[in-house]
């Protein structure tokens, strides 16, 4: 058994995807969802693996939290100060990592084949949790600078200093300008997404070679990717990154390392 856990949790596609790969593959499993307030994450934790469970993937607003109870953290988790997949280990540890950016990184290089991250600079939008786990995997794939803007200044400060000086820090008003330069531009904000505000940053300035993805799936295709692909840009959706960042997990927990195809897609947005 494995599962995932967060509050809230209804929403998860989660249970959909990993069901999705138990189903095909033929193995006996079970993948839960689990609605956990904060002052029962600890106990929750130490409780799982005696139910039988060899792990869960970690969502808000627990993905900071899990760090401190986690016995091993692994390099990529504790740059990114955050874990979305926990492994139960048979001598009683827990093992946090963090897979965002390897899904992140996966769908480009799939969806994208032509992506060659050391070619120019990269933008990127927002500068929250998620927008952490894009740059760190940005910078270790090889893009030689990256231009980072946020309604909120000193969050992507806080970034740069982090990360240090292959970070150029953007003001969120002259967002657009940064698209110029960029042959890789990200939005990692909630702008855009169903039931969220728009997306305003003005996007004339994208270069027709750049890859434009946005982290949200909901809907597919944002107003960011439908005006890329306008401009003639190589875009790529949000879902494959959801995908992808499951595969490190699914096949810790369950022994088999699980395929993303198109079926596994459609089973997602069912």
Not at 194 to 202: A, D, I, N, S, T
Not at 226 to 247: F, I, N, P, R, S
Request: charged residues 20%; glycine residues 10%.
């Amino acid at each position: 058994m494995a599962g995932v856990i967060g509050s809230p949790i209804a929403h998860s596609k989660s249970p959909q995807l990993h069901g999705h790969w138990l189903k095909v593959n033929g193995l006996k499993g079970f993948y839960i969802p689990m609605d956990v307030a904060a002052d029962d994450l600890e106990q929750v934790l130490r409780t799982l693996p005696r139910m039988g469970f060899v792990g869960v993937n970690v969502t808000v607003p627990h993905k900071e939290k899990v760090m401190e109870l986690a016995d091993l953290v692994t390099d990529r988790a504790t740059l990114i100060g955050a874990a979305n997949t926990l492994i139960f280990r048979k001598d009683g540890k827990i093992h946090a990592d963090n897979t965002d950016g390897y899904g992140f990184i996966q769908n480009l290089r799939e969806n994208a084949p032509g992506w060659v991250p050391a070619a120019g600079p990269a933008a990127v939008l927002g500068a929250g949790g998620a927008a952490r786990a894009i740059v760190a995997s940005l910078l270790d794939a090889g893009v030689p600078e990256i231009l980072i803007s946020n309604r909120t200044r000193v969050r992507a400060e806080a970034l740069q200093a982090d990360f240090g000086k292959r970070l150029s820090v953007v003001d969120w008003v002259q967002a657009g300008n940064m698209l110029e330069d960029a042959l890789t531009v990200v939005n990692t904000t909630s702008l855009g997404m169903m039931g969220k505000p728009p997306l305003r940053v003005p996007l004339d300035g994208l270069r027709k070679d750049a890859v434009v993805t946005d982290l949200v799936y909901a809907p597919l295709k944002t107003r960011l990717l439908l005006e890329a692909e306008k401009m003639g840009c190589t875009t790529v959706d949000g879902l494959g990154m959801l995908l992808y960042q499951a595969v490190p997990g699914f096949e810790r927990w369950f022994g088999m390392r699980p395929t993303v195809d198109s079926a596994t897609r459609a089973a997602v947005l069912r």
